[in-house]
């Protein structure tokens, strides 16, 4: 008999809501970021130990919850950024599922404390395996804390999978190099330890994003990257891409963020704009190589939905053919005209000057010229008859046996002393 049908209980509904959204440390970190982002921070301080397993916290300047609208942004599916049905198809913020903070304390120790601008103290609540507790007074500053210890305590199974605390951390440091890229205008730190693995301070005005360049991967490569700006049926696409000499055999390095006109650019990895890549640097690369770009898009938000999947990394475009070939377009023609002027200027180059007089060496020396040296010759050998060779020949070979034989204490004793004896008189 089949078992009956029934409702399953919140916190395993936060549990398996959890595996889609909390993979590993650096989920929890992109999620929680992402929300500080949304609440208009300007700073945003992260620490991990062990990889983010035993300590993950977030500190922010931001807007800051209420205390009577804390046991709200633990639970599920409860969110500030969403209202009606309609809003769900002109999402401009980076969050709007509401589940985010319900999964992260549904499989750890998650401490929220919060305080707006304008109260004399902030408050916190704490919840532990989906469980939470009641909201107390807490001495926080303006802005967000929100701590999350002992990931995947109650899930074994999901703890034992995560990697070690150095790949953990190398994740995690990936995922906030993604987010601030896309935010350059926020300062963001990554310490692990007491060590700080990202130091970002914020970077305004025109040329904000290669400021970032510059802190996250250093002057080397932001002196290979050519601006990019192009637009196109209402499609924008700009940043910086690298010139072909500058490349990896991943592609790692290929950082593009997806801006809803009016809202906050957010990271995302898409096959269409890696396809467009690769097809805008064919025939500059080698097989097997990949460029190094960092791209922004901006389009209208009904030309995007981003409500594909709750990591919030994939998005699906409206016209997919016309950002291909905006993406193509743009990116060939930052190329273009960074790598015409050096051809111009290889194939129009002045004559070379004429090479200097070599000083004068020992070779223009009349005494050490060269001078043709003599020939000498010899007189043929008088001819040998059968006999004599035969016997010149048998000489030679004992001669070679002999000097062949390996020469040991008593035979060097006997040479030594037939070569000391006086030879005899001929008779």
């Given at each position: 008999m089949p078992a009956p049908i029934r409702p399953l209980p919140p916190e395993l509904v936060n549990q398996i809501a959890a595996g889609e959204v909390v993979e590993r440390p650096a989920s929890v970190l992109k999620e929680l970021v992402e929300n500080s982002l949304d609440a208009g921070a300007r700073r945003i301080e992260i620490a991990i130990e062990e990889g983010g397993r035993r300590l993950l916290r977030v500190v922010d300047d931001g807007a800051g919850i209420a205390a009577e609208q804390l046991p709200l942004a633990v639970a599920s599916h409860a969110t500030s950024k969403l209202h009606a049905l309609e809003q769900l198809f002109s999402i401009r913020s980076l969050g709007f599922r509401g589940e985010a903070l319900a999964s992260i304390g549904s499989v750890s120790e998650l401490r929220l404390a919060s305080r707006p601008p304008g109260q004399p103290c902030g408050a916190e609540i704490r919840v532990r395996g989906g469980l939470a507790g009641e909201?107390?007074?807490s001495a926080v500053a303006v802005?967000?804390?929100?701590?999350?210890?002992?990931?995947?305590?109650?899930?074994?199974?999901?703890?034992?999978?995560?990697?070690?605390?150095?790949?953990?951390?190398?994740?995690?440091?990936?995922?906030?190099?993604?987010?601030?890229?896309?935010?350059?205008?926020?300062?963001?730190?990554?310490?692990?330890?007491?060590?700080?693995?990202?130091e970002a301070p914020p970077s305004e005005g025109e040329h904000a994003l290669r400021e970032r360049v510059t802190a996250l991967f250093g002057r080397a490569v932001t002196d290979d990257l050519v601006p990019v700006a192009f637009e196109r049926d209402g499609l924008v696409v700009r940043g910086l891409a690298a010139l072909p000499r500058r490349n990896r055999g991943d592609s790692t390095h290929q950082f593009v963020a997806l801006k809803v006109r009016g809202g906050r650019a957010r990271p995302i990895r898409d096959k269409l704009i890696a396809a467009a890549i690769r097809e805008a640097y064919r025939g500059l690369l080698m097989t097997r190589r990949h460029a190094v770009v960092f791209l922004e898009l901006e389009l209208g938000a009904e030309d995007v939905d981003v409500n594909v999947h709750p990591a919030k990394l994939e998005v699906r475009f409206r016209h997919g053919s016309n950002v291909f070939g905006t993406v193509v377009r743009a990116l060939r023609a930052a190329l273009d005209g960074a790598l015409a002027?050096?051809?111009?200027?290889?194939?129009?180059?002045?004559?070379?000057?004429?090479?200097?007089?070599?000083?004068?060496?020992?070779?223009?020396?009349?005494?050490?010229?060269?001078?043709?040296r003599p020939i000498t010759r010899h007189p043929p050998a008088a001819p040998v008859s059968e006999?004599?060779?035969?016997?010149?020949?048998?000489?030679?070979?004992?001669?070679?046996?002999?000097?062949?034989?390996?020469?040991?204490?008593?035979?060097?004793?006997?040479?030594?002393?037939?070569?000391?004896?006086?030879?005899?008189?001929?008779?």
């Open positions: 909201v107390r007074p802005g967000t804390l929100v701590e999350v210890r002992n990931l995947f305590f109650n899930t074994p199974a999901r703890r034992k999978f995560l990697g070690s605390p150095a790949a953990e951390s190398r994740a995690c440091a990936r995922t906030l190099m993604r987010l601030a890229l896309a935010s350059p205008e926020v300062g963001m730190r990554l310490r692990s330890g007491g060590r700080t693995l990202i002027p050096a051809v111009l200027e290889t194939s129009e180059s002045p004559p070379a000057p004429p090479p200097a007089a070599t000083p004068a060496s020992s070779s223009d020396d009349p005494r050490w010229a060269w001078r043709p006999g004599a060779s035969e016997t010149a020949s048998a000489a030679s070979a004992t001669s070679t046996a002999t000097s062949a034989r390996p020469q040991t204490a008593e035979t060097l004793a006997s040479s030594a002393a037939g070569a000391s004896s006086p030879s005899p008189a001929p008779s």
